[in-house]
């Protein structure tokens, strides 16, 4: 049993909290029993596994399954895995899982989103939880958003991280450009507009743009949009949150295909 905070892999795997140590070392962390399970039933490739022996023998069945995959699995002490997780009441396991390749490209058919800096790591695994739940067939992320692998945005998706086609964009214009000319009609949420989500033809290929948490979507990216939409809000109500106005409008999307 690992005990020592000191240890050369307590260390290692602490490191992973910050998104620098996470793409040096190509890793990153997963946290609590379901995120693991999700991971096993996609076959996602594992390096290290850790749990405390309580942990282990509540979970026998998937400790003897992870073992068989994972690179290394040791057990260790309540504090050890405390430090090493970022939640404040870990639930006796964590693992390190390694970064694949990203995707350079995401189909264009279907409902795809489009998130421009994102900073919010709840609101991003919700949203890739929503999407997932929705059947959308991806996401584009903008490059200065919160990291997909950030340990929060895996929490929030409640494993669905591993189901829904994701990509980074490095230009976010000229992902919207290109699925523009491939035939999608790309929808903007704006407080202005004139139509409300549920009067889009969701049943054709869409890219939804959605906006930072503060600021919304940029002018730039706005004016790029077929179709501008807004969600009505009883009076004296700003806005919506970002995961939230996804959820709806993919919802929207979901009832409407389901209907036809």
Same mark, same amino acid.
């Given at each position: 049993?690992?005990?020592?905070?000191? %240890?050369?892999? +307590?260390?290692?795997?602490?490191?992973?909290?910050? /998104?620098?140590?996470?793409?040096?070392?190509?890793? @990153?962390?997963?946290?609590?029993?379901?995120?693991?399970?999700?991971?096993?039933? +996609?076959?996602?490739?594992?390096?290290?596994?850790?749990?405390?022996?309580?942990?282990?023998? &509540?979970?026998?069945?998937?400790? *003897?399954? $992870?073992?068989? +995959? #994972?690179?290394?699995?040791?057990?260790?002490?309540?504090? +050890?895995?405390?430090?090493? &997780?970022?939640?404040?009441? /870990?639930?006796?396991? =964590?693992?390190?899982?390694?970064?694949? /390749?990203? %995707?350079?490209?995401?189909?264009?058919?279907?409902?795809?989103?489009? !998130?421009?800096?994102?900073?919010?790591?709840?609101?991003?695994?919700?949203? =890739?939880?929503?999407?997932?739940?929705?059947?959308?067939?991806? !996401?584009?992320?903008?490059?200065?958003?919160?990291? @997909?692998?950030?340990?929060? $945005?895996?929490?929030?998706?409640?494993?669905?991280? @591993?189901? !829904? *086609?994701? &990509? $980074?964009?490095?230009?976010?214009?000229?992902?919207?450009?290109? #699925?523009?000319?491939?035939?999608?009609? =790309? $929808?903007?949420? !704006?407080?202005?507009?004139?139509?409300?989500?549920?009067?889009?033809?969701?049943?054709?290929?869409?890219?939804?743009?959605?906006?930072?948490?503060?600021?919304?979507?940029?002018?730039?990216?706005?004016?790029?949009?077929?179709?501008?939409?807004?969600? /009505?809000?009883?009076?004296?109500?700003?806005?919506? *949150?970002?995961?939230?106005?996804?959820?709806?409008?993919?919802?929207?999307?979901?009832?409407?295909?389901?209907?036809?």
């Amino acid at each position: 049993m690992l005990t020592s905070l000191q %240890n050369s892999l +307590v260390k290692q795997i602490r490191k992973l909290h910050s /998104p620098k140590e996470r793409h040096n070392q190509m890793l @990153f962390l997963l946290e609590g029993t379901h995120l693991l399970e999700e991971a096993c039933a +996609v076959h996602y490739p594992l390096e290290t596994v850790c749990c405390t022996q309580k942990w282990q023998l &509540a979970h026998l069945e998937l400790w *003897n399954l $992870v073992c068989g +995959v #994972c690179d290394r699995s040791e057990i260790v002490s309540d504090e +050890v895995l405390a430090s090493m &997780a970022t939640t404040v009441n /870990p639930d006796g396991v =964590i693992a390190t899982a390694k970064k694949l /390749p990203e %995707n350079s490209e995401l189909p264009d058919y279907g409902i795809i989103l489009a !998130l421009e800096t994102i900073q919010d790591p709840g609101n991003l695994g919700t949203i =890739i939880r929503s999407a997932a739940a929705a059947g959308a067939e991806g !996401l584009w992320l903008s490059h200065d958003s919160v990291d @997909f692998d950030h340990p929060k $945005v895996l929490r929030a998706s409640a494993g669905q991280w @591993f189901r !829904l *086609n994701k &990509a $980074v964009s490095e230009d976010l214009q000229n992902t919207v450009s290109k #699925c523009k000319q491939a035939g999608m009609q =790309i $929808v903007a949420t !704006l407080p202005t507009a004139n139509l409300t989500y549920w009067q889009v033809d969701w049943c054709k290929p869409s890219l939804i743009l959605l906006g930072n948490e503060g600021a919304g979507l940029s002018t730039d990216l706005a004016a790029m949009a077929d179709i501008k939409v807004k969600i /009505p809000l009883s009076n004296d109500v700003e806005s919506l *949150n970002v995961a939230i106005a996804a959820s709806l409008m993919l919802y929207e999307a979901k009832r409407q295909k389901t209907s036809s």
